[in-house]
């Protein structure tokens, strides 16, 4: 079938509105009207060839819509159901077997490269491959899906607010969740509140922390993040942060989360020093590794049970 869809062709350039061609589904696969779709930060850092995915690429893994069709051997969804596309897994290796499928052990070639097992994409171009993005690239106007990332969803609850559910806000609120494992009463710093700092933030406030503290130096978002459970903003450009986080909480919270993929932004840095003084504190990294430019511990020995973690989509 013809569908519309926003191509990256090029490193670095703009996205280009095309119509290609898209496969029937196979019977283990799923045709999706997509009716909205988030944005990830990964999306941009494909485009500027910085992962390995290769070009040209239909992008997109935020992906909301209603099931158009369904291939013979689907039985978890059906036509006119809505759902939300998320990140593709295998299911079979240790990690997916562990209930941990954002680590499966076929990461790379069910996300980045998100080919089908045999290898093909169910995109193309006058008979030219064009790749897929985690299995869904749902920067179109239909994407064929599967069973195992695709989430059945209310029909009450409006697609266009659901996509970030498939990425940006599992990876925020499982870290704190999921990994951090904050309780009722305890503290918590986040470093950075784009979706995923927001997202951790809202997590946070629903597992009744009493002290959120949300720390960015984008002016649009203290009145974003106070509406959203924090009770303390700090923008490190007028107030050293971890000053200021003392100031707060009398020896620092008991956990943080950085969302900002950069090791410690040199205005949001201080992350590691935030945190209890001496014992019994968690810091979690959520977001691309691959830009952290210096350890999180600095030259802090991680000793009394103080803890860090890197985290993917939670």
Not at 12 to 22: N, R, S, V
Not at 262 to 269: K, L, S, T, V
Request: proline share 5%; aromatic share 6%.
């Amino acid at each position: 079938m013809k569908i519309r869809a926003a191509v990256a062709r090029e490193k670095g350039a703009p996205l280009t509105l095309e119509t290609i061609d898209l496969e029937a589904p196979r019977p283990d696969e799923i045709l999706v009207m997509v009716k909205a779709t988030g944005v990830c930060h990964t999306d941009l850092v494909v485009r500027e060839g910085m992962l390995p995915t290769p070009l040209p690429v239909v992008l997109g893994h935020e992906g909301a819509g209603v099931v158009e069709a369904v291939g013979a051997a689907v039985t978890k969804v059906k036509p006119g159901d809505h759902v939300v596309m998320t990140f593709n897994s295998c299911g079979a290796c240790p990690s997916c077997q562990d209930h941990a499928a954002s680590y499966c052990h076929e990461f790379f070639p069910r996300k980045l490269f998100a080919a089908r097992a045999d290898g093909s994409s169910a995109l193309s171009t006058d008979g030219a491959r064009i790749n897929g993005n985690f299995f869904q690239s749902s920067f179109a106007t239909y994407a064929i899906c599967h069973e195992v990332n695709v989430v059945k969803v209310a029909t009450d609850v409006p697609l266009e607010l659901l996509g970030p559910l498939a990425c940006g806000v599992q990876t925020g609120a499982g870290a704190v969740i999921n990994a951090l494992k904050i309780s009722a009463g305890k503290s918590f710093a986040v470093f950075g509140s784009g979706s995923v700092g927001l997202s951790a933030l809202m997590a946070a406030h629903v597992v009744g922390a009493t002290t959120i503290i949300a720390v960015d130096t984008n002016p649009t978002r203290p009145d974003i993040a106070k509406s959203l459970g924090a009770t303390d903003v700090i923008d490190p450009r007028r107030a050293n942060a971890v000053e200021q986080i003392m100031r707060i909480t009398g020896s620092g919270v008991n956990f943080a989360l950085d969302t900002t993929g950069f090791g410690g932004d040199p205005q949001c840095r201080g992350e590691p020093w935030c945190s209890r003084r001496l014992w019994h504190s968690r810091r979690v990294r959520a977001g691309r590794g691959d830009r952290a430019q210096r350890d999180a511990f600095h030259e802090r020995r991680p000793s009394f049970d103080r803890h860090r973690r890197g985290r993917l989509q939670s």
